[in-house]
């Protein structure tokens, strides 16, 4: 019976640091969830002010890793408070009591010894008697020698079968009902205790299983869009004429001096205007510096090395996924 009191201890034990390690969980988990609100609260006050379902998504995750936390110290507590000190208050106790049955038995063992050694000890004076009686016959006083060791000894061996009797009949069974008693007593105190262990997380993982559940829901209903359009609408108007940074440039070639204009110039002089009034367009001529065909070959020279540094780049990046099937 000391060995399932001994693993009654175990399990108190184990419940015991189970429940210090679920509270070092929780706590851990508050504190990084602490830290990161306190980032966050940060990070809102520089974003602007306007429904994000991204932060929203954010800001859900961290409340569940709280609740989680929560979720974990009432576990630990209830290991701790509601199984892991009953179970050993419970052992001692049964334990003290098992000593007692125990201590119980071996006084009437004694007792019983006791009776058999005085019992044997009779039977030896009988048996003396008997062959002092055999060998004087005519003897008065070995006759009654003889005679009351007879009865000392059917007295003794009546009085010890008669403890025998009332040990086997009836102590023994109720010693032995106490030890079951115990034994029952531990046996369903442990079933409780681990049953009860078992039903709060349990429970407290549905629970968990549930709002992560929704969690994911809720990633998954994520829609980027709104959030660009959200953001759009809470920034300030944009005005109705484009900054000049932000306008298209038109072509604008010089013009002729504004005190030409009413004059009547040469031929001459009007001709140069006309042949230096140009479009927009490049100009190939051979007073030019332009070299169209330096120009396109330093450009085909640049395609076909970016051409080769994504084909290398592609060739890196199939290697690493098949590394990546082969470890999955």
């Known amino acids: 019976i000391f060995i399932f009191i001994f693993c009654f201890v ?15 969980h929780a706590a851990e988990l508050q504190l990084l969830v602490t830290n990161f609100r306190k980032k966050n609260t940060d990070l809102r006050k520089d974003r602007p002010s306007f429904p994000s379902q991204l932060f929203y998504t954010w800001e859900t995750f961290l409340q569940e890793v709280e609740t989680d936390s929560k979720s974990i110290s009432d576990v630990a507590s209830v290991l701790g408070r509601q199984i892991s000190r009953p179970l050993l208050d419970r052992s001692f106790h ?10 119980q ?58 403890m025998v009797d009332q040990y086997n009949q009836y102590v023994l069974p109720q010693l032995l009902q106490e030890l079951e008693d115990i034994y029952s007593d531990l046996c369903m105190s442990l079933s409780d205790a681990v049953l009860q262990g078992s039903d709060v997380i349990c429970n407290k993982s549905n629970d968990r299983s549930k709002r992560y559940n929704a969690l994911g829901t809720q990633c998954r209903q994520l829609t980027p869009g709104l959030d660009l359009i959200a953001f759009a609408r809470s920034l300030t108007p944009l005005p109705t004429t484009p900054h000049p ?19 009547i110039l040469e031929p001459g002089v009007t001709e140069a205007i006309a042949q230096l009034a140009l479009k927009n367009e490049l100009i190939v001529d051979r007073l030019a510096s332009l070299d169209v065909r330096a120009g396109y070959d330093t450009i085909r020279a640049e395609l076909m090395d970016l051409e080769s540094q994504m084909k290398q780049i592609q060739d890196s990046v199939e290697t690493f996924k098949r590394l990546q099937q082969r470890f999955i």
Request: with cysteine.
């Open 10 to 24: 175990i399990v108190s034990d184990f419940t015991q640091e189970l429940s210090q390690m679920y509270e070092q």
């Open 94 to 103: 049964r334990k003290v009591q098992s000593r007692k049955v125990f201590s």
């Open 105 to 162: 038995r071996d006084s009437l063992e004694l007792i019983l010894q006791k009776s058999e050694d005085k019992l044997s000890k009779c039977r030896e004076d009988y048996k003396r008697s008997f062959l002092a009686q055999l060998s004087s016959p005519n003897s008065s006083a070995s006759l009654s020698s003889y005679l009351d060791a007879h009865n000392a000894y059917v007295t003794q061996l009546h009085a010890t079968n008669g």
């Open 245 to 263: 940074s932000q306008r298209t440039r038109n072509f604008c070639p010089p013009q002729a001096p504004a005190d030409t204009e009413g004059l």
